[in-house]
Every structure is written in structure tokens, then in C-alpha cells.
């Protein structure tokens, strides 16, 4: 029979060849490790944030106030004398859980909503993609506060309210692919084999799109990130004193002029992560993407 | 005569995969005289394609390497800078693709996109330039050019845009036109034109021509001197006649020992297996002998389909109603014995694939009855369709989309085992390992992915995935036109092997006629939806009744020069569209009997008279 050339060589397990393969293609672009490296340290110092701020973020030292950055307090001190690295660090935490968070719960709703529209196709597809487009409509911002503001400016309610304004941009991302791949003929030999519609969609067309869609969410946290950081910043936040990086930018705006590292730390942090989130989520879809294209 | 038009000497083109340099074309030397139409065959990666874009210089600078001499009328066009190079293109040497429809732009009109040419290369001004487009389209028998001028690309049928390309690409009137694999993707009828018409052309332009195909029905009908090619390297180049007569190759002696030839199958009665020959020797293996009789007369039918009619709606306007209908299916009625294999023959858009896909229901059929071991099929619930779908299975035509990428092999072929609770655990491996087995590839290859497999391997492994649940009834729609020749004929053997062992019933979907005579029990003719002629495939092919059975099968290409058709006629007629207004009546036919058992459909009485 047709045994070629190859058929002798040893194999790898398939998952690691498939690994193999992604880090190779995530290796072209060596920015993206830049972005990797930069996600991974801001995870890291927020985790360890309890063991390596210098100073507690909550106490004041009324004796210190705005202080430009020193010895003691490496990147100054606010109003009510708080250590500004500290509150950088501890403010990390809220920004990665509620960006990870929210941006967890749209991915999965939101892939969800896509996947099924997309399946079935139909009256149950206009209906629900119309209703996304409605939500889509909104700038996310906007649509952000006003549910914030309903209801009411909670760590769980920003994250909710977060999720919501992304869902339909994930319901987007998988519905286009599902209508690609429902098209195909494995999808037709699985209904000859009468598979059941949960199983292929579960089995057969989800890790398809399922690359796309962790693209996707890593351009998003970044999103989510920027997001909060805006709530925080028009006042809409996770309650004070709790350090959060929009709220550290707007409680310094009062002193932008003459204390101008205040804004100029929590900017800067948001700024860099998010720049490192969009170069990661770049990275891994030029590591994606080219073999999705191969086979097709 | 002077030189020749084009010299090949020693070519070597290569490209840069994953950091390294692999050779697609080693060594190549041929030469095309002025009107000499010369043409290169071989499998895929034979470098047969690279061989063309090396010529036109159209492999990237970047990742590809060209060496050797390539000299058209004596200039060498790789010491050519970028700049000449550019008006070599289109004016001394053109080109036409494979895919008419992504090599035109979807934008712009056809008229616009040849005057276009016409002006860029000749210097000719917008007046003039269309004058001469559409002298152009003339030429290339376009009816009714000059409302066709103002048409867009997707407007045209397939047929119709290649002949689009070709003006565009005779514009200039280049010495050598490449054609890469032009009727490929077009039907027998229109590629039979398609080939008549570049062999006018060529005739009336005094012009050279080189051309890519895999198939060799095409290259005895056009060639005067023929390349073989395998692995990058030339095995043959030989006037026509004696590549088909007195191959020297092995891999030729295989190669068109693996091409059904229309008519080969007189006198025999059943299933013939294709020989199987050593490529690097020419041995036979062993002669291929009639399968035995696999079909169970005595038994009442396994499949009987009554009345199919399966029609899509299409909807448009501002509210989305209902405005006419694609008659996929009309009134299909046939049946099918346990071990025996009945053909379903026809053009692109005559409802043979939405037939199959009907009698699975995986479309669902809008009337009809599909009686399956004598249960009604169209009539069951979602549970018992699951019981029946295990007794009937699919194989698809691309044998790049039918596997999940993301699905090792193994699991894809033991997945349909699970579900159905057949076996669990190491049982269900073995059974996979059988499976694997059964279909000549070896049980250790069940850790690999689908992308790890050549297309021939990856067909294998569809029929054992259809085989898993151990149907009676496998629909094959197009199973092998996607196969490479010789790929084709193992699977073809396979699939008869397996109707042997498992006495299998096959309903075979295709439009290649030649394979259809070497594998078929019986055969039915689909045109626009309705079966026109049905019978046992002696009696189908000798003898064809209907008028478009006898078109289809005098458009069929033989291979073999010294049977070149006679010049036929330049036929420019268009496959009809099965689209249809709302309310729509059919002429009222019947099935009549013109010898046992091989009816064709004609107009009933009634309907004679009425459009009398």
C-alpha cells in the first residue's frame, strides 16, 4: 500500500509538536516576548505585591505629603502622604483581577452567543446578533458607566459591567469562524455519524475557533484594563482608599501641576501594560494564524 | 523553421522552507517550437506548476532561487532585470490559471480589464483599446460580446471567464502562451471547448504553447510533444504518440496504466480493479481481474428512493421573500442492491452531490420517500434517524476538509465507535487499529494529525472513518477527483476490495465518466436536477440513448493521440441553471424503456403536444 517516505520516523507526542510549532511561530516576532516578559513581571509584582511594597498603600504619613520621588519613597508620595509605589503595586492587583476577570466571563458568554448563532443559523442568528450590534452600538466606555452607575460602583459590578461591554465583540469574533467551519465536510460526516449537535459543537467546531478567540481576549484585556482604569478615573471606580490605577490618576489630577508624578506612575503603568497585552496578542496570533491558513 | 520560441536548459528552481533550500525542479531541459504546443505532465509536486511560474519569472525573489538558462527567442530572461522582465510578461509571454474566477478582478468589468491590458502594453488609447477588446472577445467566441464588455467577473459562468482570461492573455499576441491546468476546474463539455478553442487560436495566431495538466485525456487531445515530470525531475519528453505508444518510464508505463480510458471496460461485465505497476521498474503486478459478483440480485433493494425532490428556496428584496427556487432535485426515483454500485453521473449543478446529501438527510429533501432496508427515511424522528445514519455513511470529495485539523486520527476514527457505545477502552482501539488496517495504512499512524498525511492517505482514512460503524450503504461524493491519477486508482481498488469483503453498496457520485465505467454496476445521468438516462453501465456506455448522456460522453478527452477527435465545432452552450421562478411548472416527463432495464426520461405525450 502507499506508505511514504516518512512513515518510519519516530513520532512525538502530538501535543508537543503542536507546541513546538506555536513557539517557533511566536518566536518570529521577538517583540512578542517583550510583551510576554512585561505581562508576566506586572502578574508577578502584583502577586508578590504584599512582600515587596515597600510600605503599607493604605497608610498615610501626614508629614511626607507629596513628596517628590526619594530614598524612602522611590516614586514619591500623594496627598495624604501614601506610598506611591505601593499603591502602583497593590493597584495592579485590582486592574489584572478585574480585567482578567470580566474579560474571562465575556470570552466565555460571548464565544458561547457566536458559536451557537452561528450554528443554527436562522431567525434565532438575526435575532441574537441584532441584539449584539445594538450593545456594539455603545461606545464601551459609556455603556460601562451607565451600568456602573445602575448597578452601583462595586468591584463584582465594574467586572459584570466590563464583561457586558465586550460580550458582543466575542460573539462577533466566533460567530464569522463557526459559519466558516460548519461548512465543512467533517462537520457533514459528523451528522452522517449522528453526532449530537452539543458534540459538534463542543468537539469539532470549538477548538477550531478557539485559537481566534484567545487572540481575541488578549487584545481585550488590555481593553478591560484601559476600561476600569477610566471608571476609576471619572470617579466610578472600586471605592477609595483602596488603590486602583485610575483612581490614583484621578486623585493626583488635583496637584497635575506642581506634583506632576502622581498621574505621571499610574499613567505610565497603564500605558505599558496595555502596550504589552496589544504586542502579546499580536505575537500569538502571527503564531496562530499562518497555520490555521495551512490547514484549511 | 528557426530556433526554437522558448529553451529550457538545465533549470533548477528552489525554495526556502523553514531555513532551508528544497529543490521543486532539478535539472529540467526542454524546448518549445514556434507553433509547437508542448505539454508538461505530472502528479502534484512534480514541479510542473513551478516549472511555468519559473519561466515567467514569478517565483519570489525573496524565497525562491532560479538557475539555468531560460531563453525565449534567444534572449535569456533570467539575465533580464525586473524592469524588462515586466514587458516580456503579457506581451512576448502569457499566462492563464487554473481558477478563472480569482484571476480576474471581481471589481472591475471584463471589457475594462482586457482594454486595460491593451493599453498598458500596446500604447493603444481608450477608443481604439476597446475596439480591440472587443475584437478580442470575438475571437475568443463570446457570444454577444459587446453587451458582455460591461459584465463583471462574476456574472460570467466558469467557462466564459476563461475565455475572458484567455483574450486577455492573447491581447498582446505573445509568441508562447502557459496555460497552468486551464480546464481543470471547468466541466467536460466546456473544457472540451475550452481545449478546441486554444487549438484555433493557436492555429490562427501561428503561436506557442505550453501546457500544464495532471490529466492525460487532455494532453492526447492537445499535445504535440509531452514532458513527463516527477519529483522535480524529467522522466520522458517524446512526441505525443510515442509517449502513449512506447513509453520508456516506468513511472509513465504507471502512470497511464492508472487512467481509466473510456471504452475499456467492452466485454466486461463487472467492476474491473486497476493493474498495479511498479513506478521505478514498469513491472505489472499481477493482472487486474473482474471483481466477482458482489450484487445481491435476489434480495429486495437495500435503498429505494421514490420521487426525491429537493429544491432551496432563494430570498431577496426588501423583506426577504421568497423569489424563486433552485431545483436541486427533481423526481429522482432509483434503487440500489446490497454489494452493488450504482453511479450518479453528471455536470457541476445537476443535483447528483444534493441527492446524496438528500438520502442522508443532511439536506432535507422537500418531497419524496428514501426507503432504507425498507424503512422510511424522510419520515424519522431525530433517534431513529441515529440508528439508520449508522447503516448509511458519507465520503467527501476534499479530502482537506473532511478531517478536523484538530483531530488526531485516532480519536477521529474511534469517536463514532464511543458514541454509539460499539466498544470502550482498549477494544475501541483495536477496532481502530483494524479500522486503520483495513485501509492500508499502519495502526502506529492513529497518533497523527490529518495535516501529517499526503491527500491520497487522508481519503484512506475517510473511508475508514465511514467505515466505523460498519454501514451497508456509503455515499461517495467525488471520493477520488481530488486524488492525484495513480493516488486514485488504489483508492478506486480499495473501495472495490471493500464492497467485496463487506459486500457494500455504493452510491458513487462523479463526474468523471471514464471512472464511473471501470467501477459502476449501474449507471443513472443527472441533468438539471432529473435523471435523463439510468441503466446497466454496459448498456449506458455502449449504447447511450439520451442526447446529453451521448454529449457528455463524446466530451470526455481519450488518451490516446491517435484518437484525437476530429476538429468539432466551436460550441460556445452554457450549462442551463436550475434556478427557477416561483410556481414553475416542468414539462411533464416520463421514464421510458429502451432496452432492459435502461430507461431514458422523455417528454410524455401530453407534454409533446402541448409544446407542439
Known sequence: MSTSVHDAAPVAPPRLRWLKATIGAFNANKTSWAGLAIVLAVILAAVLAPIIAPHDPLEQNILSRLQPPYDDF???????????????????????????????????????????????????????????????AFPSLILGLILVAMLGPSMENITIAIALTSIPSFARIARAPTITVKERDYIGAGRALAFSDARIMAGHILPNIFPEILVMASLWLANAIRTEASLAFIGLGVKPPIATWGGMIREGFENILDSYWLVLAPSLAILVVVFALNVLGDGLRDAIDPKLKGER | MSGPVLSVENLQTAFRVGGQWRWAVED?????????????????????SVTALSVMRLVSAANGRIQGRIALEGRDLLALSEEEMRKVRGNDVAMIFQEPMTSLNPVLTVGFQIAEALRYHRGLDAGAAKAEALRMLDKVRIP??????????????????????????????PKLLIADEPTTALDVTIQAQILELIKTLQDEERMSVLFITHDMGVVAEIADRVVVMWKGRKLEDAPAAQVFNTPIHGYTKALLAAVPKLGDMNGHARPLRFPRIDPDDGKVEGKPMEQPDTVQAAEPPLLEVA???????????????????????EDVSFNLRRGETLALVGESGCGK??????????????????????????????????????DMQMIFQDPFASLNPRKSVGSALAEPILVHGLAKGTEAQDRVAELLRKVGLAPEMHVRFPHEFSGGQRQRIAI????????????????????????????????????AELGLAYLFISHDMAVVERVSHRVAVMYLGEIVEIGPREAVFSDPRHPYTRKLLTAVPVPDPSRRALRRELAVDELPSPIRKLGWQAQPTELVEVSPSHFIRQPTEAGRAGTA
Open chain 2, 307 to 329: 420521487g426525491l425532490t429537493t429544491r432551496f428556496g432563494i430570498r431577496g428584496g426588501l423583506l426577504g421573500r421568497l423569489q424563486g427556487q433552485v431545483h436541486a432535485v
Open chain 2, 464 to 499: 475508514a472513518r465511514a467505515l466505523a460503524l460498519s454501514p451497508k450503504l456509503v455515499v461517495a461524493d467525488e471520493a477520488v477527483s481530488a486524488l492525484d491519477v495513480s493516488v486514485k486508482a488504489q483508492v478506486l481498488n480499495l473501495m472495490l476490495d471493500l464492497q
Open chain 1, 74 to 136: 522611590y516614586l514619591g508620595t500623594d496627598y495624604f502622604g501614601r506610598d506611591i509605589l505601593s499603591r502602583l503595586l497593590y493597584g495592579a492587583r485590582i486592574s489584572l483581577v478585574i480585567g482578567i476577570a470580566s474579560t474571562v466571563i465575556a470570552m466565555v458568554v460571548g464565544s458561547l452567543i457566536g458559536l451557537l448563532a452561528g450554528y443554527y443559523g436562522g431567525r434565532f442568528d438575526i435575532i441574537v446578533m441584532q441584539a449584539m450590534d445594538i450593545l456594539l
Open chain 2, 353 to 390: 452531490s444534493t441527492t446524496g446529501r438528500s438520502i442522508l438527510r443532511l439536506v432535507e429533501p422537500s418531497f419524496g420517500t428514501v426507503r432504507f432496508g425498507g424503512r422510511d427515511v424522510t419520515g424519522l424522528g431525530k433517534s431513529e434517524l441515529r440508528d439508520v445514519r449508522r
Open chain 2, 28 to 48: 529540467l531541459s526542454f524546448d518549445v517550437a514556434p507553433g509547437e504546443t508542448v505539454a508538461i505532465v505530472g502528479e502534484s509536486g512534480s514541479g510542473k
Open chain 2, 144 to 173: 454577444s460580446a459587446k453587451t458582455r464588455f460591461d459584465n463583471y467577473p462574476h456574472q460570467l459562468s466558469g467557462g466564459m471567464r476563461q475565455r475572458v482570461m484567455i483574450a486577455t492573455a492573447l491581447a498582446c499576441k
